[in-house]
């Protein structure tokens, strides 16, 4: 049995609870003058946002940037929303990808990753170390994916978004998703072997 | 070497970071809230007043170049007392009929006392 009672913002790709109104509702709402539809959205939404563009960017201020910017459209465009026609998630995602694209064609070099620190006040300074430097592992070998597989395993494996939807957010089939994922899998496993050493593995 | 093996932890390396990457997904700032909820208000706000002046039709916005309904209130009265003068004029103007037409009404008369002291000449 579903269980009603879990934040349904907290899981990706995952549609809502039936006792609250959907993002399409909500956006009409909004449509409609309703300031509080703003604040419900932007709560289940601009987390996603904001997640995707900071994995994709690796900087975050342009992240927020990107976020805000995206969100801007999504207050602006909602009076033209036909419900039904794709998830509003979906658009959004969309929006914060070719964002942050536009971003990077304007700058060219990345820049180095800053992602955010650990907050388990428990782990040790050692722990704690460590723990970064695999985020900015993670984080540098996905800055040198192509575009295209870094969209798509950022989704797929940080975002947890079906293939399907994925296939929506990036304009191509679901196996042109597959694809990409794969081979941008490959891609960071041979990444990431290069520094094996540098992050610790074997002593876990 | 063992490759095979080497591959297996690696991915399954891969597989932790994303674990990792997936729990440490952002809640989000509060002052980036605020920046979003500000721009959906002035959206919110802008959609409620009425477009006036995207909807206006032309003889309204010409109305407003010619400075609104006072602006067209002098307009008119400076053409009706352009209109009055061109009927009456004060008499501290100078009438231009009398410019056009003196000559020819002098003429004339000079003409009539000719023709009369010609025909008296004639008797």
Known sequence: MEDLTSAPQDVRGVDYAANEPGDDALLRQ???????????LTDRLAPRSLSVALRFLGNRAEAEDVTQEAMMRLWQMAPDWVPGQAKVSTWLYRVTLNLCVDLR???????LADVPEPEDEEASAADRLQDAARKDAL?????????????????????????????????????????LTARGKRSLTAILAGRRDELGYDDD | MNWGMTMTEDKDNLDLLF?????????LPDD???????????????????????????WARLLTGLGGWQGMGG????????????????????????????????????DLSLDTSFLEDAE
């Open chain 1, 30 to 40: 909004f449509a409609n003058g309703d300031a509080a539809a703003a604040r419900v």
């Open chain 1, 105 to 111: 064609r304007k700058k060219t070099p990345d820049r």
């Open chain 1, 139 to 179: 984080q540098t070998a996905l800055s040198q994916l192509p575009e295209r597989q870094r969209q798509a395993v950022v989704l797929r494996h940080i975002e947890e978004l079906p293939n399907p939807e994925i296939a929506g957010i990036m304009g191509i089939s679901v196996e042109a998703v597959e694809s």
């Open chain 2, 19 to 27: 674990a990792q990457a997936r729990q440490d997904r952002q809640e």
């Open chain 2, 32 to 58: 980036l809230a605020v920046r979003i909820l500000t721009d959906a208000e002035s959206v919110r706000l802008s959609r409620l007043q009425p477009d006036e002046p995207k909807a206006a039709p032309r």
């Open chain 2, 75 to 110: 307009l008119v009265a400076a053409s009706m007392a352009g209109v009055w003068i061109g009927f009456s004029a004060p008499e501290f103007l100078p009438d231009p009929a009398n410019y056009i037409y003196a000559e020819d009404v002098s003429f004339v008369v000079a």
